[in-house]
Every structure is written in structure tokens, then in C-alpha cells.
């Protein structure tokens, strides 16, 4: 059983009503952290699964004026680190309302 440890823009653990719900953040306790080159380099140099949206939060929220577009960066730091690890990359998307 594998858990897929996702990355997700700091916005996201910002404290909030939920978080103080919840007695800490709601991603966190999920296994969420924090994207950046560091973070996705520990995960992926120590085999974990790994979520990330390569258009980053831009991409994962955007808009119904945007539905069905991709915005991916030109250039990125993630993918040269997922090759050098030998890191399985699987596409997938999601469709629904935001």
C-alpha cells in the first residue's frame, strides 16, 4: 500500500477555520507539502510517490473560462530530477467543477 504524497502550493497551509477545526492544517494531515524543487527532490530520492500538477496552482484552479486548457510551464525544475531518480511518470487529469 502506497501513499501518494502530494505537493501543493503554500496557500494551502495558510491557517484558516478549517485548519483550527481540524487542530492543524487539513493537508498536512494528509501527507500534503509544500511544493519546491527541495521538497520534490526529498520525496522522489526516497522512492515516494509523488503528486504534482506540472502547471501548478495556475492549472489545478483555474476557472470554467479556462476549462479544458493546459498551462504548463516552458521550463521546469521537476522533470530533470524525476529522470535523474528513474521516477515512473504517470499523466492523468481531472475534470470537474472548481
Known sequence: N????A??????????ARSAALEGNFYSKFGTVPVSPRSF????AD?????????GAPEAFHGQRD??????PNTTDFLPLAAKYNAT???????GAW
Do not use: C, E, N, S
Not at 502506497?2 to 504524497?5: D, L, P
Not at 522512492?47 to 502547471?55: C, K, S
Not at 511518470?89 to 475534470?95: A, D, L, S, T, Y
Open 67 to 72: 476549462a479544458y486548457m493546459l498551462r504548463w
Open 41 to 44: 527532490f526529498k520525496l522522489i
Open 47 to 55: 522512492g515516494q510517490p509523488t503528486l504534482l500538477f506540472p502547471g
Open 89 to 95: 511518470i504517470v499523466p492523468f487529469g481531472g475534470v
Open 7 to 16: 505537493l501543493a502550493h503554500p496557500f494551502v497551509f495558510q491557517d484558516d
Open 2 to 5: 502506497a501513499v501518494v504524497r
